[in-house]
């Protein structure tokens, strides 16, 4: 059973940078289509952002609140997927979670939808103060 764990939240001020980790379990990672997404209290759980399979090219996917600032991207060798968050705002403020699509390595129209992944982490909580 696919495992993913997050790692790299923590408090920066508006305007400010970070990058969080999700590493996968298990052998055929680099099969997956891999997504973020991200919760605040009296929220749904929102797509961030989506990274498809393979080694040389991935189809990516974002939130229009987040295109032009966030960056996803994977190294299949390390079983990794990362997520750089530019230009953060105290709107980005939330829990992150990694997700993984263990039966398709697009992430099409739906990658935004919470039921196309069945693996998920904890979450990694990630604040951005004003």
């Known amino acids: 059973q696919v495992q993913v764990v997050e790692s790299g939240g923590g408090f920066v001020q508006a305007g400010g940078s970070l990058r969080l980790s999700c590493t996968a379990s298990?052998?055929?990672?680099?099969?997956?289509?891999m997504g973020w997404f991200r919760q605040t209290p009296g929220k749904e759980r929102e797509g961030v952002s989506c990274i498809g399979l393979g080694w040389r090219a991935s189809t990516e996917y974002y939130a229009d609140s987040v295109k032009g600032r966030f960056t996803i991207s994977r190294d299949n060798a390390k079983n990794t997927l990362y997520l750089q968050m530019n230009s953060l705002k105290p709107e980005d403020t939330g829990m992150y979670y990694c997700a993984a699509d263990v039966g398709s390595g697009l992430c099409g129209s739906r990658w935004h939808d919470r039921s196309k992944y069945a693996v998920w982490g904890q979450g990694t909580q990630v604040t951005v103060s004003s």
């Open positions: 298990g052998p055929n990672f680099y099969g997956y289509a």
